[in-house]
């Protein structure tokens, strides 16, 4: 799931990989999550691999576990 510079979405996603270039509020529960330069991760997050690029931002309880 991408979330496109610009973009935003406020709700609930669950995926196997999530890419935020834009705005994402809200839960999110990803394999893989990827914060790109210029995006933000405002959320109850858990997730197994997190990539935050420099210029991202991250907010909110974060849990990172690798996969069993």
């Known amino acids: 799931l991408y979330i496109l510079a610009g973009g ?3 709700g609930v ?3 196997a990989r999530v890419v ?3 705005t994402m509020r ?3 529960s990803a394999e893989q999550v990827e914060v790109l330069p210029g995006g ?3 959320a109850e997050l858990v997730a197994h691999d997190l990539v935050v ?3 991202g931002v991250i907010a ?3 849990a ?3 996969a069993a």
């Open 8 to 10: 935003r979405f406020d």
């Open 26 to 28: 809200g839960r999110l």
């Open 40 to 42: 933000v991760l405002d």
């Open 60 to 62: 909110g309880p974060i």
């Open 64 to 66: 990172v576990a690798r």
């Open 13 to 15: 996603i669950q995926a």
């Open 20 to 22: 935020i270039g834009g």
């Open 53 to 55: 690029h420099d210029g």
